[in-house]
């Protein structure tokens, strides 16, 4: 697939090449919706329109306004300094907790594991709009139901930080126990027996020996629930308020009441970091895959 | 025993109430709910920054929930955690809310600053008050705008030519709720004006305005922001679509699109505060506080300023003035202006407070299939 | 079997305990830290998620409200029945004139007449316009006659003594529960004390309702009211609203008087309850199982695409050598991780009408100016669209499978004289069926839930089950029903989860490579 022999006949060449072209048109479509929202942002009126004076590339009909309306706008601020805060706590809680449970469920011998895997990742199996507002009706008044009827807790978690985090972590956990969980399976067992053989405690194997190899694994898994926390808007619509706004919650109501432009430049601005990011694990990838000895390919 | 109990209780409650009254602190900090976009920074800059500037160390969040704030406000109620402070809803959510004690009920001359010219609040609000927990700040209109370059040489001037799709071929968008689209359709389909709402409370009547809709049913784009119209508007996407009068006012002089503006039986409503029930006392003496001054005379009448909805006031009229930053006299953009107001169609409240349900539901089905 | 298991035993470990038991108890301690890993997040997401979705799903089935609201209603309409094609008696109007008059002053008549509307369009209006006459229903007529008759009725101390002493609450029951219902009212609605309000009419007609039936306390005056004017409470509630005269309304409360209710999972599959049983609902009402058709069908269409779309691409990035293919593989993973909303208003910039798409193709002239396409506000956009969107939930599972496909079997193919074409579609496509079938459950099971997509660009024909739930949580307040729709969404996508589980194991679901 990589080269096209030299013996291959004219159907093969013609073949090859219109394959590559539908697969170029499949990468267009996949880009498509990024590259629009790109000139869009800097559209000089306050609507998702390509103008005449855009598409005849006139300076007049472009401008940074957008960009400079979220760098001052105080809801934007917020909205920005709330996603920050949210997603990385977020993201702690289900990278340290999914890690664990991941290790715990790679070791033979665990009892219903199917039953603990399947609840586990539920939270992104089931419909987010069901999520939302079973979370929105159970926050405001959390409970422990007991055999002998709920016990209703003294506070509520709607409209409050530590609400909106408990949802994210929940709804990041998915990909924390998958991500983790590929990377245990290439495991080798052999490197735990030998680390405690020579005297270490589990602790340290832990830390020293197992850590670093599946480092890459809780890494993915970490952006992924992050970028989870940071792209959700159905459940923090629900389970948050004003004073949580977060990006994406921004962006909804920016687009319900007032269909500015300013949404897209935050979009072109995240696309950036998206990249960055991406690079970033890719990088990390190719680490991984020296460490563990393979081909870097 | 049952019933000594209650005595026993209605002493302590009593007691408790008082003593709350007598601290009388306010709190500091304000969540205010209302829609977002052009009309909510007409809220912040008439009302809320000049709040601000008087009292140090009151700090405001604005939630734009404004079009959940039934279902919201009753799920507050249901946990018993209410978050909101003050809420900026449409008249028909305000009876709503009033009906099912969600919102407080309150006497408009003792709570709300008495007009400039001496005339009490109750009076000056006048018709505006249409129910005892709202507390008025607008008047506005439902009506419709139309691409100036789509309509050909005969600009529409008719309601009508919502439903002639023969003189006016393409897209309309209409809102997605039976509230002003029911009436209009019974308009254009010869019902009198003052008939309307007794056609429209028979299964009858309900039907022929849904046939009436049926017949644009596939040229119809259902909004749910009144934000999308002006959107639609610019791209050219419709020829002619319903939505507020500010957004519509927005668009034409703010943005300088080629939007025309179809008076015609344009759907007078309001829009004003409430409170929501059962706030705590500090709570509550801040948003007292609050609304007391955000609606008084001046203020009403300056938010004119920002956006073309009229004050709710009487006395804010003679008040209004020019556009903020365009510099536009305002009085002509209003829907209450006489040129504007020629055919001017009342929302009636009472009406839809009560069919409101049974509508939607019959809306809501018609809509799916 | 015996012998093994002594033969076992017989095994010692050094420490002189049977092998067996040391296995065990290795095992055991193994088991135990394994689950000292997992119970941390096992707790958390019981409490954090599970709990939720069961308080959530519990809503389907509750109707607490019309018992609570009007509790001595529904215990008099147990008497009437509803064949009888007549409304029920004067006994059950004056039950509900106390329950209705305690309810609108603690103004929960027009919540319950929305719940009835569910049932039953209209009903809501007869509760609302018939709660304002209420307070001001002709039966001040007994007020009046009962203080004309002997000052001490005008006296609330004096009703409050009453009260308290138990042999006049043992003779006069009506009067009893619509005093200390209005005593409980006065004090949680008005915050006042009983002892110091004049009862309201309800009280008095239930005294008068009391005195009727032949009861008297000795306590109080004696009044002889046989002589008065009756006010039929029947007609008071059909002059406020002649809703009331309809036994089907009666049979709708009375059908729907018990604590839990089917009704709502009834709603759901266009279903309703009937005094004579389950009957499908009026025609005009029915659009559940066209919803919940069509959310099926659109999802099978974005699944069918996005195998479409997505086989070739992941073709291609398992065979590139791998850096060029991780290079391409962040254009896939690109729209992965640029916000939904964002990604959703560009389609719609790019799929209108005026938008983009149509501009090229008039521009190109395969279609007329005046002849766009239709792409959004409809079904179509919302599979280009989502499409879009799960396009890489598609190729990552098809790619993590074709890099396990080894080359050499279609090599092999090829020696042996097969075309390309064959080698292909006889070696390599059915080694890589596992990945489509991943790849397409999954696909699947986020398409049938999604809401914010169809939302946007699905217009009236592209919605699914999932907008309808959001409709009714946020707009209509029909949480029970909204909760009815989501419980059989739930159970469908737990299905195919579980299908999911069966086919692929839940393990080898990959998300970047």
């Known amino acids: 697939m990589s080269a096209l022999p030299p013996y291959a006949s004219t159907g093969q060449r013609a073949w090859f090449y219109s394959y590559r072209v539908i697969c170029g048109l499949i990468f267009f479509f996949l880009i498509a919706p990024i590259l629009v929202i790109i000139p869009l942002s800097f559209n000089a009126q306050d609507f998702f329109t390509f103008t005449p004076e855009m598409l005849r590339l006139d300076p007049e009909g472009y401008s940074l306004k957008h960009y400079q309306d979220f760098l001052t706008n105080s809801d934007w601020q917020l909205a920005l300094s709330n996603s920050l805060k949210i997603a990385p706590i977020a993201t702690l809680i289900s990278v340290s907790l999914g890690t664990l449970a991941a290790i715990g469920l790679s070791q033979s011998h665990v009892p219903g594991r199917r039953a603990i895997m399947a609840i586990m990742i539920s939270p992104m199996i089931v419909p987010l709009i ?168 | 025993m049952k019933l000594t109990k209650t005595l026993l209780a209605t002493s302590a409650l009593t007691v408790a109430a008082g003593a709350a009254m007598a601290e009388g602190h306010m709190a500091s900090d304000m969540t205010l709910v209302s829609w977002g976009g052009a009309y909510q920074s007409s809220q912040i800059n008439a009302y809320s920054d000049p709040y601000l500037a008087m009292n140090d160390g009151v700090s405001i969040v604005w939630d734009e929930s404004s079009a959940e704030a039934v279902a919201k406000l ?107 689209n ?188 | 079997m015996t012998d093994q298991t002594s033969g076992a035993d017989l095994l010692t470990t050094a420490d002189g305990k049977s092998l067996k038991s040391s296995l065990n108890r290795a095992l055991r301690r193994q088991k135990i830290r394994a689950l000292m890993l997992i119970a941390p997040l096992l707790l958390f997401i019981l409490i954090s998620f599970i709990a939720p979705i069961f308080d959530m799903l519990l809503r389907s089935v509750e109707n607490q409200i019309v018992p609570d609201t009007i509790p001595r209603t529904i215990e008099a309409l147990e008497e009437w029945d509803a064949d009888t094609g007549e409304a029920p008696s004067e006994e059950v109007f004056a039950a509900f004139y106390t329950d209705l008059a305690i309810a609108e002053e603690y103004k929960t008549h027009t919540r319950l007449g929305s719940r009835l509307n569910y049932e039953k369009t209209g009903i809501s209006s007869m509760f609302r316009s018939t709660g304002r006459r209420v307070g001001r229903f002709d039966t001040d007529a007994y007020t009046d006659g009962f203080t004309d008759a002997d000052a001490a009725f005008a006296d609330p101390a004096q009703w409050a003594a009453w009260m308290a002493d138990d042999a006049v609450r043992a003779s006069l029951p009506l009067t009893t529960d619509a005093y200390d219902a209005w005593a409980l009212l006065t004090v949680e609605e008005n915050n006042d004390i009983p002892a110091e309000e004049d009862p309201a009419d309800f009280v008095y007609t239930a005294l008068y309702r009391d005195l009727m039936n032949g009861n008297t306390a000795a306590a109080m005056p004696a009044v002889d009211v046989s002589a008065w004017e009756p006010v039929v409470i029947s007609e008071q509630f059909i002059d406020a609203n002649d809703g009331w005269a309809d036994p089907e309304v009666w049979a709708t409360i009375k059908t729907y008087g018990g604590t839990y209710t089917s009704g709502y999972f009834l709603n759901s599959v266009d279903l309703q309850l009937t005094p004579d049983g389950v009957e499908t609902r009026p025609e005009d009402e029915r659009i559940y199982i066209t919803l919940f058709i069509r959310t099926i069908v659109l999802s099978i269409l974005i699944t069918g695409s996005c195998i479409l779309l997505g086989y070739p691409i992941a073709y291609l990035l398992a065979n590139l050598p791998l850096r060029s293919a991780n290079v391409l593989m962040i254009l896939v993973l690109l729209p992965f991780w640029t916000s939904l909303l964002v990604r959703t208003s560009a389609w719609k910039v790019l799929l209108q009408n005026q938008g983009v798409i149509n501009d090229i193709l008039v521009w190109i002239g395969i279609v007329a100016d005046d002849n766009r396409l239709e792409l959004i506000n409809n ?75 169809p939302e946007l660009v699905g217009g009236t024909k592209g919605v699914f089950i999932s907008n309808r739930i959001a409709y009714h949580i946020s707009s209509s307040l029909n949480w029970g029903l909204a909760a009815a729709l989501g419980s059989i969404l739930l159970v469908l996508v737990l299905a195919l989860y579980w299908l999911y589980d069966r086919l692929v194991g839940i393990d080898n679901v990959k998300l970047g490579g």
């Open chain 1, 130 to 297: 069901i999520s939302a507002t079973g979370m929105y009706f159970f926050y405001s008044n959390p409970y422990i139901p007991t055999p002998f009827g709920k016990v209703y807790l003294p506070f509520t978690l709607t409209g409050t930080y530590a609400g909106v985090v408990l949802a994210h972590a929940a709804l990041g956990i998915p990909f924390v126990i998958i991500t983790v969980t590929a990377t245990l399976v290439g495991f080798d067992k052999s490197l735990t027996r030998a680390s405690a053989m020579m005297g270490a405690n589990p602790v340290t194997t832990f830390f020293r020996v197992q850590m670093p190899l599946i480092l890459p694994g809780v890494i993915s898994g970490g952006l992924f629930a992050f970028i989870t926390s940071f792209d959700e808007v159905v459940v923090v619509l629900f389970v948050g308020s004003a004073q949580q706004k977060t990006l994406p919650w921004q962006m909804f109501t920016g687009l319900r009441e007032q269909i500015s432009p300013t949404i897209l430049a935050v979009a072109t601005i995240l696309v950036f970091i998206s990249i960055c990011l991406l690079t970033t694990l890719e990088i990390l990838r190719r680490r991984s895959e020296r460490l563990r000895g393979m081909s870097p390919g």
């Open chain 2, 74 to 180: 009753r799920a507050m109620a249901e946990s018993g955690n209410i978050t909101w402070d003050l809420v900026d809803v449409e008249a028909a959510d305000a009876i709503r809310l009033c009906d099912e004690g969600l919102a407080m009920e309150i006497d408009h001359d003792e709570m709300l600053a008495a007009g400039d010219d001496g005339s009490s609040a109750s009076d000056d609000f006048g018709d505006s008050i249409i129910s005892d927990c709202f507390i008025p700040q607008i008047v506005f209109s439902t009506t419709v705008g139309y691409r100036t370059d789509m309509v050909g040489d005969t600009a529409p001037e008719s309601i009508c030519a919502i439903f002639d799709t023969d003189a006016y071929p393409g897209k309309r968008a209409l809102n997605k709720r039976p509230l002003a």
């Open chain 2, 182 to 369: 029911m009436e209009w359709a019974l308009l254009c389909d010869g019902v009198a004006k003052d008939e309307i709402y007794d056609v429209l409370a028979t299964e009858e009547g309900q039907d022929q305005a849904f046939a009436k809709l049926d017949t644009i049913k596939d040229d119809v784009i259902w909004w749910t922001a009144a934000a999308e119209t002006p959107q639609l508007l610019a791209d050219g996407e419709i020829v002619m679509g319903s939505t507020y009068n500010g957004r519509l006012f927005a668009a034409i002089a703010e943005q300088d699109q080629p939007i025309g503006m179809l008076w015609d039986a344009q759907m007078l409503d309001f829009d004003g505060w409430v409170i929501p029930a059962d706030l705590p006392e500090d709570r509550l003496a801040r948003v007292m506080d609050f609304v007391s001054f955000a609606t008084d005379t001046q203020r009403l009448a300056d938010q004119a300023a920002y956006i073309s909805y009229g004050p709710a006031r009487a006395s804010s009229a003679p008040l209004v003035g020019t556009h903020a930053t365009l510099g536009i006299e305002m009085a002509p953009h209003m829907p209450t202006d006489p040129a504007n107001s020629q055919n001017v169609f009342v929302t009636q409240y009472d009406f839809w407070a009560d069919y409101r349900d049974d509508l939607d539901a019959k809306f809501q089905a018609w809509l799916a299939q």
């Open chain 3, 379 to 453: 079904a179509t956009g919302t599979i280009i669209a989502m499409t879009h969107i799960l396009l890489p939930f598609m190729i990552l599972p098809l790619y993590s499978v074709m890099k396990t496909i080894n080359p050499s079997y279609v090599r092999a193919a090829k020696s042996m004289g097969a075309t390309d074409w064959t080698a292909f579609w006889r070696v390599y496509f059915p080694n890589s069926i596992p990945g489509i079938g991943a790849g397409s459950i999954l696909v699947f099971i986020l398409a049938i839930g999604y809401y914010i997509t």
